[in-house]
């Protein structure tokens, strides 16, 4: 028989697991759900914990299986609409007109590398689009990283945070890698940028960012 501390741990995790099936907001944007299981030791390395996000429109949804992205509408799955994706550090922002979707992944663990892809469910399938490469371009120019003289050898993280005018324009954010070969590890530069151009319309630096819009962080950003 189990013991009363092995039980009293055993209750514990089990309560603990069950607020982790629970979707909760994004790490990078308080709007998002988050879809992975995250960081503890009551993990489930490989797999989400969420498979399916409705959009504001409660017509439309996301559906992860597998290794795909699927979109459906009012119940059905829209044929032939599917992209790759696989990554349990994620989390997923719908625009409120319900026509697009942002996917905030990281593919080499919770430092970093984290990116955006914006994904769009036209007539003729489901496509998806990079909106970060200016936005990342003009944030690695502001810092160094490492003993090169050139700045920004390392490339920012990003992670989307809020649309704005429907789903034409983003609030993305960038960030300095968080680790010891950046001496500005942390950093934060935000930027608002046109979809599904990725085009430039305003730049934050990090006190405006937060003025602005910090009240839409998620728990990554919120205590910087």
Known sequence: MLGAVAFAHLFLAQIVLQEKARPTPGEWSARGVYLGYGLGVFDYPGKLRVQRVPAPDKHHAVLFEGYY??????GDRLAGKKEWFFS?????LWSPDSSAFA??????GWVGSWDVEVFFFPAGGLKKTDVSAQAKRDAQSL?????SD????EEPNIGAVQWIAG???LLIVAE???HSSCPEMGKLFGYIVSVPSGKIIRRFDEQQLKASWG???GERLRHR
């Open 88 to 92: 349990t550090l994620s989390e997923i």
């Open 167 to 169: 789903s034409s324009e």
């Open 69 to 74: 992205v699927f979109v459906s509408s009012n």
């Open 150 to 153: 050139e700045p920004g050898n």
């Open 103 to 108: 996917i905030t992944r990281s593919d080499g």
């Open 143 to 147: 810092y160094k990283c490492g003993s």
């Open 215 to 217: 009240s839409l962080f």
């Open 176 to 178: 300095v890698p968080p």
